[in-house]
């Protein structure tokens, strides 16, 4: 018989996370706010470039139409939207000339649940996606979640970020690859892919027989005379186009989480509904607001375009002023990739909040290597999101002319 004493020293099973936990990556938008928390503490004033989150004020009627609301229960909605909502989003499609009707429109908690569920109910775990890096980083934590493989291929500045040729992303065609996802115009490049390169992916899509998933969130932020084509206009593959849509930067109103997801195949549609209905509905009081800025999007969105644009042209004459930055001048979305003259520039981000100020005040960046999939690309780039005013831009770019001439140093 053992001894009480041995018999106690047996061992508990300790619990233990899901592998798909550990692969989650961090945000690298947003995995250094601890430090400019800190730096606002101790009363330094951080230039926020690292987030797109505009300054840029949310229509007044989505508020209006918020606080009007006079419901005496805040009750689940529909699990595809609130009718009206739907109805709003397929007539502003077919106001900039997208043919679209009811059916083909289901409203998501944010633009990031539409690209999730447009992975899951398009891959199985373990099948293909491939994606041009850099790319949105969340794509990165939505495959992880989706359990989807994502095979990047890799796009370069010196050449606008601009896709590979048809024959290179062809190469990287499997047996498992089930889709190609886009984003145009792009985050984080500010890239908007010319008419040729869409007609490149149909060709693929239609050949290979894959979906297309186009994240078009930024559709109407395109600058100097061009024009965003729809992944929707392509010819022949209508069934396999998934359109992953949102509100936050149309509107200024991230905080809304209000997206929605487009296809014109009532399969792919009755499956995905699944998805939304598991989580029961999107919020109810945000798709009110939604409805009431797509019935005023005229008005609003024009002049938010030309601020953007004029917000661009600023900081790419401010950037000329600073020695070793490069970049591409973006065509659309307000994001740009900039190669900095410094070996890592994660460590130079963390710098700039734990151990530098200028003045009292210092930056917040984004480090380019987190919208990559793979290794050791983008080290010394960052992504920054021109969403401040001319005066916040200007003290910013001046703080970061500091800030490099003194890492360096």
């Known amino acids: ?56 004020q949310t229509p007044r009627e989505m508020f209006d139409a918020i606080a009007t609301y006079r419901e005496k229960v805040l009750s689940y909605g529909p699990s595809g939207g609130l009718l009206e909502l739907r109805l709003a989003v397929a007539d502003y499609y077919r106001r900039v000339g997208i043919d679209i009707d009811l059916d083909s429109v289901w409203i998501t908690t944010g633009g990031s649940e539409a690209i999730l569920f447009a992975m899951m109910s398009v891959c199985d775990p373990g099948d293909e996606i491939i994606v041009f890096e850099p790319f949105y980083t969340n794509y990165n934590g939505l495959a992880t979640m989706a359990q989807v493989k994502l095979v990047p291929l890799l796009t370069k500045v010196e050449n606008g970020f601009h896709l590979p040729t048809q024959k290179q992303i062809e190469d990287k065609i499997t047996r498992k690859t089930r889709a190609i996802l886009i984003n145009t115009p792009n985050n984080p490049t500010g890239t908007v892919l010319t008419e040729e390169e869409m007609y490149i992916l149909y060709r693929i899509c ?58 014109r195949n009532r399969k792919v549609m009755d499956e995905v509904i699944k998805f939304g209905q598991a989580r029961l509905c999107p919020p109810t009081i945000e798709q009110v607001g939604a409805i009431a800025a797509y019935k005023n999007f005229d008005r609003y969105i024009k002049p938010v375009i030309v601020e953007y644009e004029r917000r661009r042209d600023f900081l790419f004459d401010g950037l000329q002023r600073i020695e070793g930055v490069y970049g591409h001048k973006p065509e659309g979305a307000f994001y740009t990739v900039l190669r900095l003259p410094v070996r890592n520039a994660d460590r130079f981000c963390h710098w700039l909040l734990a151990d530098f100020h200028h003045e009292k005040k210092t930056v917040m960046l984004a480090p380019a290597d987190g919208f990559y999939h793979s290794a050791n690309k983008g080290t010394n780039e960052i992504r920054i999101a021109y969403v401040l005013n001319e005066v916040d831009l200007k003290e910013a770019l001046n703080v970061l002319r500091v800030a490099l001439r003194a890492y360096k140093g």
Do not use: W
């Not at 430090?35 to 230039?47: C, E, F, N, T």
């Open 1 to 56: 018989m053992k001894s009480a004493k041995k018999a106690g020293k047996s061992r508990v099973p300790r619990p233990k996370l899901s592998e798909r936990a550990y692969a989650m990556p961090f945000s690298p938008i947003r995995k250094l706010s601890p430090l400019a928390d800190d730096a606002s503490k101790r009363g330094i004033h951080v230039y926020h470039l690292n987030i797109g989150q505009p300054d840029i």
């Open 206 to 263: 239609k050949k290979k027989g894959l979906f297309l998933l186009s994240d078009e969130v930024y559709r109407e932020f395109v600058y100097d005379g061009r024009v965003q084509t729809s992944a929707l206009s392509l010819p022949e593959i209508e069934d396999r186009v998934i359109v992953l849509d949102s509100i936050s930067k149309r509107f200024s109103a991230c905080g809304a989480r209000v997206g929605c997801l487009i296809n």
